[in-house]
Nanobody, 125 residues
Framework: QVQLVESGGGLVQAGGSLRLSCAAS????????MGWFRQAPGKEREFVAAIRSIGATYYKDSVKGRFAISRDSAKNTVHLQMNSLKPEDTAVYYC???????????????????WGQGTQVTVSS
């Protein structure tokens, strides 16, 4: 049984930092691309960042230079370091796992096979 468990969310002031983690089990972690998506109230789920099994990283334009995604294959964990947080970053953040061929984009949520339960990130102004 595949499980993705997110942690690290919380309440932070604008300009602050948070580090999200997603622990994966029940899958061959090294063969999956891992992604972070977020969903704000009344909005659709949107892509934030992803990392392929080979280590290539991708980011939503508005988080480039502020967020960094990484993976720890020894611990089957993916992290999202979020710096210089803004109120518009407030959302529930979801971790996803996908086996995506190199010719497909990692930002398409429909391609993800598994999802975590989400963790709330709230940035106050």
């Amino acid at each position: 049984q595949v499980q993705l468990v997110e942690s690290g969310g919380g309440l932070v002031q604008a300009g602050g930092s948070l580090r999200l983690s997603c622990a994966a089990s029940g899958l061959t972690f090294s063969t999956y691309a891992m992604g972070w998506f977020r969903q704000a109230p009344g909005k659709e789920r949107e892509f934030v960042a992803a990392i392929r099994s080979i280590g290539a990283t991708y980011y939503k334009d508005s988080v480039k230079g502020r967020f960094a995604i990484s993976r720890d294959s020894a611990k089957n964990t993916v992290h999202l370091q979020m710096n210089s947080l803004k109120p518009e970053d407030t959302a529930v953040y979801y971790c996803g796992a996908a086996r995506i061929p190199s010719y497909r984009v990692v930002s398409n949520a429909d391609l993800y096979d598994y999802w975590g339960q989400g963790t709330q990130v709230t940035v106050s102004s």
